[in-house]
């Protein structure tokens, strides 16, 4: 299998790598760019562990092969603080207890930002659905949810 | 294997042709993809038609719509026009798995990846939608219902993919729903699903109906028995008993993981009933 | 053990919510997990898995797969040293099958590489010639006579005469005369009911990072509960001395006891050793779900009666659990756990154990009880049901309390059982009102929580800050609490304190993280490497006095004289005497190492309530509220997290998690599409209620809070849908096809 030579942005940076053409865009990111913050938590787009935006669309990385960011923006759980100061969802998942082990955080911070993105101030039950898609085995979701309201509450006021 | 991202349709038609070996399309890959993560299928070649212009639009066409087939859920789901003329066939495709999904999963793939429990198609159906498929010899048109014949299975050749799905134009007074049963409320894969189109006349009496249902047979399938139970009625309670037992008698389901004959036999009925309540309300009747 | 016990204390940090110190690295993406590291010269490995139930290994042929070009090791059962130790053999071999695979993804073979897809090739390249055998996957058919014998000769002596080769062991617990009792009831029922085995479902899937060296060295990184566990099990397993196996832990992704073992740690070992190379390797979820977890599946017969005013006059219940392919103990925890909520004068519980051709159970959050209790939960209230009595009542009435004999022996110290039905009762959730198809359950659940093996030290900085050294992976909030708690006691703020989790090099043993052991044997080793530091901390400061040692107290966080001499001298902080350390006897260090004991048992309490669509059979949860126990809640939104994260797991067992088998023995749903774990918007939010009834063995209360909130759920969830749609549910899940069966039959 000859490999692909690839030129992306991620994070607002240009990148350039190689893959394997049947190489998924998440194992690009974890073995290739060492970016290792999406988690493979399964594989086949039913976990959400793996969330990024690809051209500002939210989508599971693990079903995006590496080729396919040729020319693309990829933004990941790594870009979403501004340096050394945390997005408000960040602030705000700390501030509400809203991880346990964490495993599943960066890939339900990702998908929150693309919720507020598109929708402000979302009722419970549309963070509920629009996260449908991440699973959380700790906590039960019930502090994720005021963490994302808190956070839009703050976003809002800002 | 191989990755070609082809500009026209006629280019991926010519590299589809020349592959001796097992080639797959690639628009929004959730299917694609997890068959590759589970070793079910290793293809020689992967055709991203996405960058084909005119793939990832709607473009308006005899008061319908033409939906390129690389339009994802959440692109279709943000388009007012589809939204508001087959409302039913639009929540189909936004059933299909998560949000992430969403910004990748395609109709057209849906209707190809030959699920008999695909969201998306039983809204097609029921919308008598017309797939627009290039091959070797060009393009051809073929009604949604007449391409998937059992499980995995189409009757696309294998040189053949789509390039759009048309919805057509419907009268006023018209209305379609899709409901599906999954456990969960999201991420499940259909266990009985129903779609119904229906127009009415002024007096709000059903002139015109079609039913499909997913998950309870080999493939999606047209009820014209569930239409019938429905037409010329103003979904009273005789018409809708007729429309369930119409439903649950079309159905040929298999015990499995996700549920039993028993179950899809009765549920299928269930959600033709609630479905076409829905088709009802949305085409302006009042039950 | 002589303990402090000063409940009444007033707290400073613990009982605060302050910020966790791994928050930023997990926000950022930062945290480092068991596959998130890689090492100069790494191999991948994959494993090839049994595709059969059952079956006899006649031959593995390797020899293609090692003639690959980038294969570089691979190794099979041969590979590993036999154990003279039933359990470490057990663990072994379900780690790498030996002579027969005893279930769909056992292992079988491994081989390293140098990327993933060779590894993959090679292991297309493996012949292995199997002998099918007849399997068995349901455990009441695993104990019939005629059932196809899983492992021949693992029967305790326990086990009755002539019952099946499948049982392995068998208990009973339980004291007075249950005839007496049962004729003293005006009303009995009798009901059996089944669960089904789940999976823990942490979204993190095991994995680990091996490097050996040719003179036996070897570093070993992995995600898991127990550190020390893992070197214990894999130097064995590689016949190497534990002090050559350096065990780190990596950050968890979530682990609910299915981390408490090893699968992969020693076949990364084995395959670094023989390449002479790192190897990492990474289980897919497929291989999780077919391989590691799950719970046991059970049948259980209950029998309890009643008297017309709500008193249980006798319970008895039989515990049918199997615990997979390898013998397993946890039906004796259901057995103790299962009328843990009465005080009973006659009660017996039986319980036995079946082999299966299914994976070994590996703990799950208070391994055994949700099945015991579920069941017994069940019957008490079809009882209150019959009698026309209120459930929280009854149970009032029957409630164990300090001095109950408890069902499995122990007399019961201080317990918040009583003060968690009372929060129950007066909460509004349990007078609001129900609609017509809607249900209201509820059920008590206990778990016994353990102490054990803890080794903390504790090093007061000279800058005046303060290191925690301790071993126990925190699955959930723990380094925060063991910060609280350490700021606690010795008087500083919080953020001076920095808690990490060391390698099996750098601390002595600790037991794994389980049994809801940390926030209370860590916690209190903490205490006491506080107070050990303080001693030497007044010890120095008399020094520089030039006072009797004796004469000085600490007190907020510093060294006062006191006696004859107090006020002679202004106190000394911390940070002061910290700064002058090296000249007054060198750094300052306090040290605890001990075998825990007094942990406490733990209850709570459970309300619910559900709507059921009689068309489909689906279950709605509308409200869920949380009644715990947690003695003292050392960091409240962690303690909430236990009780929420819990209760949810209970929920998705309760209504569609299960393992399902198919007619040929193999796993239908080894992956999230269709083992169904509880998404955000299948919930309500989970309210809670914590209870701060003290633990007298620890001296600011605390009890362990993790697992018990898993066991009310099944019942709960059982009985809000009988109530909501009339009819008794006996089997879990209860999922939609099941409910619409109940209800066809009516």
Known sequence: MKSIHVSTTVNGDAVEFICAPDESLLDVLRNRLGLTGAKEGCGTGDCGACSVTLNGRLVCSCLVLGAEAEGADVGTIEGLANGDALHQLQQSFIDHAALQCGICTPGILVAAKALLEKNPDPTDTEVRYWLAGNLCRCTGYDKIIHAVQDAAQKMRSA | MRFAQPRTTEEAAGLIAQEAGLTRILSGGTDVMVQLKSGLVEPDLIVDIKHIPGLRAITPEDGGFRIGAAVSGAELGEHEGVRALWPGVVEGVELIGSTQVQGRATMAGNLCNGSPAADAVPGLVAANAIARIMGPDGERDCPVAEIPVGPGKTTLAKAEFLTSIFLPARPDRSGDAYLRFIPRTEMDIAVAAAAVSLTLDAAGTVTAARVALGAVAPTIRLVPAAADAILGAKLDDAAIAALMEACSAACNPIDDKRGTIEFRTQVAGVLAKRAALIAYSRAGGTV | ?746
């Open chain 3, 1 to 746: 053990m002589a303990l402090d016990n000063t409940p009444k204390r007033v707290f400073k940090v613990v009982g605060t919510r302050p910020p966790r110190p791994d928050g930023i690295d997990k926000v950022t993406g930062r945290a480092l997990y068991g596959a998130d590291v890689s090492a100069p010269g790494m191999l991948t490995a994959h494993i090839l898995r049994s595709p059969h139930a059952h079956a006899e290994i006649v031959s593995i042929d390797t020899s293609a797969a090692e003639a690959l070009s980038g294969v570089k090791a691979v190794v099979t059962a041969k590979d590993f040293a036999p154990q003279d130790d039933d359990f470490l053999m057990d663990v072994l071999d379900n780690c790498m099958a030996r002579d027969k695979v005893l279930y769909d993804g056992h292992a079988v073979v491994a081989v390293a590489a140098t990327n993933s897809a060779i590894a993959k090739a090679a292991l297309k390249l493996i012949k292995v010639t199997y002998k099918a055998l007849p399997h068995v996957t349901d455990v009441d058919a695993a104990m019939t006579l005629d059932a196809p014998v899983v492992q021949e000769g693992r029967s305790l002596e326990t086990v009755p005469e002539g019952m099946s080769q499948n049982v392995t062991s068998h208990c009973e617990f339980g004291h007075g005369d249950l005839d007496a009792g049962f004729q003293k009831a005006d009303v009995v029922v009798e009901r059996s009911f089944t669960t089904a085995a789940t999976h823990q479902g942490y979204i993190e899937p095991h994995a680990c990072l091996a490097s050996m060296t040719a003179d036996g060295k070897a570093d070993l990184w992995c995600c898991t509960q127990g550190q020390y566990n893992v070197r214990d099990l894999c130097s064995a397993a590689l016949g190497m001395e534990g002090s050559q196996l350096r065990v780190t832990a990596s950050e968890i992704g979530g682990g609910f006891g299915g981390k408490t073992t090893v699968f992969i740690e020693p076949v990364a070992l084995a395959l670094s050793r023989k390449a002479g190379r790192p190897v990492k390797i990474v289980m897919s979820r497929d291989e999780v779900f077919r391989a590691t977890g799950p719970t046991v599946s059970s049948s259980i017969d209950v029998k309890i009666g009643m008297t017309r005013d709500g008193r249980i006059t006798a319970g008895e219940a039989h515990l049918r659990y199997s615990g997979g392919a390898f013998p397993c103990g946890t039906v004796d925890m259901g057995a103790q756990a299962a009328f843990a909520a009465y005080d009973l004068q006659a009660v017996r519980t039986l319980g036995y154990n079946a082999l299966t051709n299914r994976p070994k159970e590996a703990a799950y959050r208070a391994p055994g009880a949700p099945q015991a209790i579920y069941a017994v939960e069940s019957v008490v209230d079809e009882l209150c049901q019959q009698l026309g009595l209120d459930p929280l009542e009854v149970r009032l009435k029957n409630a164990a309390r300090k001095g109950t004999r408890s069902s499995y022996g122990p007399t019961f110290e201080d317990i918040g059982l009583v003060a968690t039905l009372e929060a129950a009762k007066a909460h509004p959730h349990y007078s609001a009102p129900l609609a017509e198809g809607q249900g209201r359950g509820l059920s008590a659940g206990f778990w016994f929580n353990f102490g054990g093996n803890t080794c903390v030290t504790l090093n007061v900085n000279t800058d005046g800050t303060v290191g925690v050294t301790e071993g126990n992976p925190d699955i959930g909030g723990s380094r925060a609490a063991i910060s609280q708690m350490a700021a606690e006691e010795l008087g500083i703020p919080y953020d001076k304190i920095r808690t990490i989790i060391a390698d099996t090099s750098a601390l002595g043993h600790n037991d794994v993280t389980d049994g809801s052991r940390v926030t209370f044997s860590v916690g209190l080793a903490t205490i006491k490497a506080a107070q050990d530091a303080i001693a030497k901390m007044c010890s120095r400061a008399a020094q520089i006095w030039g006072i009797d040692e004796e004469a000085v107290v600490w007190k907020d966080g510093a060294a006062e004289p006191a006696g004859p001499n107090a006020g002679k001298f202004p106190p000394m902080s911390l940070a002061e005497i910290a700064a002058v350390s090296f000249n007054t006897g060198g750094p300052i260090a306090g040290h605890h190492e001990f075998n825990a004991d007094g942990a406490g048992v733990s209850f709570g309490v459970h309300l619910v309530d559900v709507e059921v669509d009689k068309e489909t059979g689906a279950t709605k949860v509308l409200r869920y509220t949380v009644f715990q126990d947690a003695g003292k809640a050392v960091h409240p939104s962690y303690v909430e997290g236990q009780m929420q994260g819990g209760a949810v797991q209970g929920i998705g067992w309760a209504l569609n998690e299960e393992y399902i088998y198919g007619e040929d023995g193999r796993l239908q749903n080894p992956g999230f599409l269709d083992y169904r774990v509880p998404v955000a918007s299948d919930l309500p939010p989970i309210e809670t209620v914590i209870l701060e009834i003290p633990n007298p063995g620890h001296p600011y209360g605390v009890r362990g809070v993790g697992e018990t909130p898993i066991v009310p759920p099944l019942a709960a969830l059982s009985n809000a849908v009988s109530r909501a749609i009339g009819t008794r549910m006996s089997s879990l899940p209860m999922s939609p096809p099941r409910i619409l069966k109940a209800l066809s039959k009516g």
